[in-house]
C-alpha cells in the first residue's frame, strides 16, 4: 500500500472510555490483515470510541448530525478512503476501506452513510468522471470534511427505478438549465456540493456538479424518520437553475456511471453491516454474563446460548464473505452481482442479529442506554437504501438465470 496516507496516533488511556465494545473475530481473520490496514481500523476505533459513541445515542434521540466529527472522520481517512493521496484520499485498498465503514457502523448507520455518501457517492464519481479541474476543486476539501457532497439519484415517483427518473437539463448554449427534484437525499441540507444525476434533451444520463448557493437551488430537511436519525436527509429542487456546462462531468453517461458509484457504496455497506451486527451481539453477549434470573446469569439458558451461538455464526459467515468480496475488489475482478449478495446478506443478517439482542437485554433493549434498538431501526434504512433487499435479490436472479424480472 504505498502512497497511503499514514495516522497521527494520538493514543487514548483506555480507562477513559465508557464504551465496553469488544471486537469478535471468531475465524481469527485478523491474521489476514496487514499491520497498517489494523492501524487505520483500530486508530479509527479508539477515536470513536472516545469521541463518537459517547454522544451518539443522544444526536439520534434528537435527530440531528453532529457536525463536530466532521474533522475526525477526515482525519481517520473515513472521506475518500480508497481515492489516492495526490487528491487528498487516503490511498488505502478495498479491504482497508471495509474495515473503515465497519467501525463507523459499529457506532451508527447514520455516520457511516455520511462517509459512505462522501466517499463513494461523490467523491468516487468526481474522480472517475470529472475533469482534472473538478478533482483538484473540489477532492482535497471533500477529503478533509471541509466540504460536504450528497448524490441525488432516488426522485419521489422513481426509487428502485432511477432510469425512469425525470430531472432533466436543457442546453441554453452558454449554461445548462436544471429542473426537477430529487427525495430521500442523505446529508442534502448542510451540502456544500451535490452529485446530481439528470437526463439531457435525448434521455441520456448525465452527472451535474451542482453547488450550494446556485439560484433555483435549494434542499429542504425531511423530519419524522424513525430511522437513521443521526443523519440528515432531504430533498433537492432544481427550480430552473442555471449550471455552468464545465459542472458536467464528462468521463461517463448512461445509468452505468450512477450505478458504479453504487458498486462502491453498497461494497461498503456490506462491511458496515457487519459491525452493527458485532456491537449488537457485544452487548448481548455482556449483557447475558452478567444478567442474573432464577439464580443464573442469562448466558447460562440454552435458549441464550442459541441465540448467542447463532449470532456469532451469522456474523462470521458474513466476514469470510466480505473478506473475499475484498479480495475481488483489490483485484478488479468483483461483479455487480456479488456486491448485491454480499449487501443483501448482511444487512438481512445484521437487521435480524439486531432483534435477538434486544430480546436478550429483555425491557432494557428497548432504551438508549444499549445499542441494538437503534441499530435496529437504522438497518431498515440500510435494508431499504442503495437497493432495496428484493431488489438485491432480483440482480442475483438476473445473474444466476439470465432473465431480469424487474420489469
Ligand atoms: P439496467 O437496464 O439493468 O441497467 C442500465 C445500465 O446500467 C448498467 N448497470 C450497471 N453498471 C455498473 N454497475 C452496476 N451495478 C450496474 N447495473 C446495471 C447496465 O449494464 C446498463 O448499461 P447500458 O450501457 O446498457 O445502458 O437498468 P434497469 O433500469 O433495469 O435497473 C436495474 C436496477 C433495478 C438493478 C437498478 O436500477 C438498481 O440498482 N435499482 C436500485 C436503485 C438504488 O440502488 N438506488 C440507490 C440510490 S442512492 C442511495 O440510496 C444512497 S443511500 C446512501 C447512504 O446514506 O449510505
Ligand atoms: P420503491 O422503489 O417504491 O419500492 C417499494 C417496495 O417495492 C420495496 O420493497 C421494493 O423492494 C419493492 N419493489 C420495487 N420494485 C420492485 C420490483 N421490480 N420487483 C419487486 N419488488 C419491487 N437516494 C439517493 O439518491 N441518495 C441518497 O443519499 C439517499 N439516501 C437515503 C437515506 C435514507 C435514510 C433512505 C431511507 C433512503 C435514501 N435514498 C437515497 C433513497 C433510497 O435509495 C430509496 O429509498 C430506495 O432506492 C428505494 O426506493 P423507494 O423508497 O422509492 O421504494
Redesign the pocket.
Known amino acids: 500500500m504505498s502512497g497511503t496516507k499514514l495516522l497521527d496516533l494520538n493514543p487514548i488511556k483506555l480507562e477513559e472510555m465508557t464504551d465496553r465494545y469488544e471486537a469478535h473475530d471468531y475465524y481469527l481473520m485478523d491474521e489476514f490483515l496487514t499491520d497498517e490496514q489494523k492501524l487505520m481500523r483500530d486508530s479509527l476505533r479508539t477515536w470513536l470510541k472516545k469521541d463518537v459513541s459517547p454522544i451518539i445515542e443522544d444526536y439520534f434521540e434528537r435527530a440531528e448530525f453532529p457536525h463536530q466529527i466532521v474533522k475526525g472522520l477526515g482525519d481517520h481517512g473515513c472521506f475518500g478512503p480508497y481515492i489516492p493521496t495526490e487528491y487528498g484520499g487516503a490511498g488505502v485498498d478495498q479491504i482497508t476501506y471495509g474495515l473503515l465503514m465497519q467501525e463507523l457502523e459499529r457506532v451508527d448507520s447514520g455516520i457511516r452513510?455520511t462517509s459512505s455518501?462522501q466517499s463513494s457517492?461523490v467523491m468516487y464519481p468526481i474522480y472517475k468522471f470529472g475533469t482534472e479541474e473538478h478533482r483538484k476543486k473540489y477532492l482535497p476539501k471533500l477529503a478533509t470534511g471541509e466540504m460536504i457532497g450528497?448524490?441525488?439519484?432516488?426522485e419521489p415517483d422513481?426509487?428502485?427505478?432511477?432510469g425512469g427518473m425525470v430531472t432533466n437539463f436543457k442546453d441554453m448554449g452558454d449554461h445548462y438549465l436544471l429542473n426537477g427534484a430529487?427525495?430521500?437525499?442523505?446529508?442534502?441540507p448542510f451540502a456544500d456540493v451535490a452529485v446530481v444525476w439528470a437526463k439531457d434533451e435525448s434521455g441520456r444520463v448525465h452527472g451535474l456538479i451542482v453547488d450550494r448557493g446556485m439560484e433555483g437551488f435549494s434542499t429542504p430537511e425531511m423530519h419524522g424518520?424513525h430511522?437513521?436519525r443521526a443523519?440528515a436527509?432531504g430533498e433537492l429542487i432544481f427550480d430552473n437553475v442555471k449550471v455552468p456546462k464545465e459542472n458536467l462531468m464528462p468521463g461517463k453517461s448512461g445509468l452505468g456511471a450512477p450505478l458504479m458509484c453504487l458498486d462502491s457504496a453498497r461494497y461498503g455497506i456490506a462491511w458496515g453491516a457487519i459491525g452493527a451486527a458485532l456491537d449488537c451481539y457485544d452487548s448481548a453477549l455482556r449483557y447475558a454474563k452478567e444478567r442474573t434470573q432464577f439464580d443464573k446469569p442469562l448466558a447460562a439458558f440454552q435458549l441464550t446460548q442459541k441465540k448467542l451461538a447463532e449470532m456469532i455464526t451469522e456474523i462470521t459467515k458474513a466476514q469470510m464473505l466480505t473478506f473475499r468480496l475484498g479480495q475481488l475488489r483489490n483485484e478488479g475482478r468483483a461483479t455487480s452481482a456479488q456486491i448485491s449478495m454480499a449487501k443483501r446478506n448482511n444487512v438481512d443478517m445484521a437487521i435480524n442479529i439486531a432483534r435477538e439482542a434486544r430480546q436478550i437485554h429483555g425491557a432494557m433493549g428497548i432504551t438508549g442506554e444499549y445499542p441494538c434498538m437503534r441499530h435496529m431501526a437504522n438497518l431498515e434504512?440500510v435494508i431499504?437504501?442503495?437497493?432495496?433487499?428484493?431488489?438485491h435479490l432480483?440482480i442475483t436472479g438476473m445473474d444466476v438465470t439470465g432473465i431480469s424480472?424487474?420489469?
Do not use: R
Open positions: 452513510s455518501v457517492l450528497c448524490f441525488g439519484l432516488t422513481h426509487g428502485s427505478n432511477p430529487k427525495m430521500w437525499i442523505s446529508n442534502a424518520k430511522s437513521l443523519s436527509t434504512s431499504t437504501y442503495e437497493g432495496t433487499h428484493d431488489i432480483l424480472a424487474f420489469k
